[in-house]
């Protein structure tokens, strides 16, 4: 909302009588009405009954209640145009005419359009909003550039517009007149500024064209008041007339596109623009997140809401909104050949992008239906329910965008302008921006979240590190990617927003009926929403012995062997309860292997292998690289994501890796493709990593080179999709973040096998099941480690249903056949012992002999008093620091360098750094630490970050003298002692440790060995 607008448009409008309407609704008992008025009255939910309406016609809601209608805008429909069509004379008419020649001769894009028309008699037939945008040619951005200069010696407007409460601005389709399309990209207490949509309206040389304020002297089409309060971001406007501002320059066209920016002052104001009609949407449920935003039933990005409740944001709770999701616009007028685009996108590469908005939510209402749909959830197949179907897809695909938007971190289209820049390290920034605005971006953004930063010469892309309100700032640092690791902040004024969420095939409305009753995916979804739990079917009428089929042979224990067998023989689910240590990557790489040589026999599908990060995928691609001779394997990463990917989590199976050899096959000749778009493609991608010279290319990539100095940059989805034609990999391996973009490549899959399950969103799994329904499928994680990470912004059904815990659900309830892998191969007997005892109820068998695991110890007396006991407590009495929410530890950090150093340089017996991970408990802790060890290849990380992996030797970094809470998680100790295969030193305050469960056992056990020091 505009601070200058005091009273609401008139879709806020709030009928005075709705309230009473409930309280004097005699078929609602006395709770139900206290309910609703108390909810209504207080939260202020904005919605509207007409009476006429409601007697006429049935607004009962599928259970029978009567449901409140939802307040639809009044002034959708198009109102009469009176677009004022103007017709130039005299000098104005002279100065517009020579304004066109030169603007037609020195735009550089006049060259990629072979048909301009010198005249605009021509008028838009355009029916809808769409049409209007594929039909914008190139002379009308002329035309509206030579305008300008006539314009530029006008007056401007001096009378102030009124403001009213309703009806203040009007949408239309058809535009006859000379004009430009923009967009709302920023909202001001007293302005709007707009971008133009089109890159021709500015080009290169007319920057002051690119961004334009609307104020309270704007007028609009068959308005005559201010719209100021009126527009929302993503809003398109068809600007018909502009006048100068007090920036005005003295003469046009000396202002390069690149030093505009929507935060430095704006040329032009629009004096006359037309609002073009909205994309709506009615009656569409949505949930609050725990920031402010929503999810919608819908769409799969987030939606803002333009005026929230009262009393924050409800949990659980359904509601049914009205809005409107805004249109995209082509970068470029109508009119280009795909080849000409893409030159045209290659000229352009370096002019800054900005995010397109999300979706607005004007009015909405509480829906006692759907809410009662989305408490039932998980129960919808085990009570009696007459669409439980209906309840499976929605709280399905709340969950999945929740969990998406999290993921991405896209949850605000603003851009902000950055203060206090600084270039601290090679690959870190630290920035300001104003914490103001609704909503307040300290709600918005998050760590982890990709950011765009905008430069004069490119935009630069990074990962935020660390966010911190102080007063009325948003602190940051971030990451920068690779590939941007030379960028500087050299412009006057930098802008950053959010990364757009990327284009993937997630849930969409209606993708439960797409899934064929009787299927593996519908009995697995049914199960898990209550309904009949999956048997065992097989049989176990034969003795097959699996093995590992690398170079020397592996035979499989009786565990692994029966959950090979329970995949291969078509179970739709198997659940594999896999302890740390327990073989399982060698477990799913064999049961892949044998899935895809049967699949040549009947059909050649695909096995899909999940994990769920790119880190832990490492050994999973490890493993099964032994048998590629035999097997085509790939493991697919985004090119973006593998950019920012260190050098230890990069393999030789990655998807950029593996693309380079094929492609260099066509773009040097030694195999011919015909559609030569896909070889330029090729070319530009191997080109672009200096893997080959234009001179070493066949003929048509040198002609095309030669002939287009500015390319565009290549399509790596376009890519992606000619290496799956081309390689026709039969084992896929990504993670969960990355299945909306790899789903789509896939053709035929038979199985698919979750890794590290007890941390699978049950988001992903779902989204897998409605794609394959007929694959069977293994959870292969350990319960009794981390759950699945979820942002604090997803709680309450929405974490249930989107993150969920999976696993630990199925196991608990036996929803699927199950098979534990006992045999521990990474830990000492004794670190298995005594985890057993306290995790896992002694179910585990130590797989490996104690002097398999202890040679450091046997070697290293000086450090080690007895190599019979793999874990050393060191005591630091020194209490941890407070660091804003986290904590700290100086002399820790001090312990640490002195052990690496004594483990890393001992004549006696040396570790390689590589094979030592320190792990913290506060990531304030492991900050301090990378920044010390940073010339060496150790592994740092949270506990979070390093389930999945194993070391040698593992340091455990406790920080606080205090065990609280989540340091006395279970779980959380389990992941931290179960990651070292020979010993574990534990840094921390004994008295503290003796206090805490699990803790004191291992102190106790350490002090009975004579492993402690003080």
Known sequence: MLEESSSLPEFFDIPESSCEELEGNSSMSQESRFVQIFEFKNMKFHYFRDEAESSSEDNSSPNGKKEIRPFIPRHNHEYENREFIEILEGAEKDVFDEALKLESLAHPFSEYYENIKSTGNDYNLAMNIRALFDNYPHYKALRFMAKSHVWFRRAPPTEILPSIGHSAVHQFVKMDGDHAIYRVILVKSDKYILMACHMNTHAFHRGDLRFVEVNNRTKTNASPYSCLGHLALGDLVAVSELSITEEMPTTLGNMDVYSATPETPCVWMVKMMTLLKRQT????????????????????QVLNVQ????????????????????????????????????????????????????GTIFSYEYSPYFTSQFDLGHRAHAIPNPDPDGVVELCALMGATAVTAVLVGNFDCRSFRMLETAKVAQNLISFTIENTGYPQPYQLWKANARIVISNSKTDAEATISTVFLVGGLLKFTAILSPEYYDFQFTDKIHMVSQKEMPEGEGLRDGFLEKIPDGSNGKRIIEALYGGYPIVDETTEDDDVTYYFPGTDRIVLNEFQNEYVSKLLKKTPLTLADSPFGSGKSMTIATAAYYAARESRLWGNSQQLLVTQSNFASVNLVDITKRYTKKCRVVRYVPLNTWMELSEGSRTDLDLPVMMRPLFMEYVTGRKFHSNSRYLFEMAKYLKEFKLIEVEQMEKRCQTYFRENTFTSKYDFDRLTRLFFTFYQPQIVITTSDCLRNVLPMLHEVSTVQFDESSQMPESALIQVLSMFPYACFGLVGDIRQLPPYCDYSVVGHLKMYGVGNTMERA??????????????????PVTTKILGSEFYGRNLLSAVKEEDRNEFMRSRPDLWQNPK??????????????DLTSMHNPVEVTIVSYLIDALTSSPLYSIHPSNIGVISFYKAQNDRLLQVLADKPVKCGTVDSFQGTEKEIIIVCCTNEVINGFMAMPNRINVAMSRAKQATFIIGNVSGLRMAIHWSTLVNEAERFGCMRY
């Open 307 to 358: 005026i929230p409740p009262m009393y924050g944001y409800p949990q659980n709770v359904i509601f049914l909104g009205n809005g409107f999701i805004p249109e995209k616009v082509p970068e470029f007028a109508s009119g280009l050949d795909e080849e000409q685009h893409d030159l045209l996108l290659g000229l352009t590469r370096n002019i800054s992008k900005y995010p397109w908005s999300t």
């Open 869 to 882: 006991f793999p874990i050393m407590v060191l005591n630091n009495n020194t209490p941890g620091i407070r």
């Open 811 to 828: 196991c608990r309830g036996d929803l699927f056949p199950r098979v534990v892998l006992r045999y521990v191969y990474r830990c000492h």
């Open 281 to 300: 949407f009615e009656n569409v449920p949505f949930s609050f997140l725990g920031n402010g935003s929503v999810v919608a039933l819908k769409w799969g």
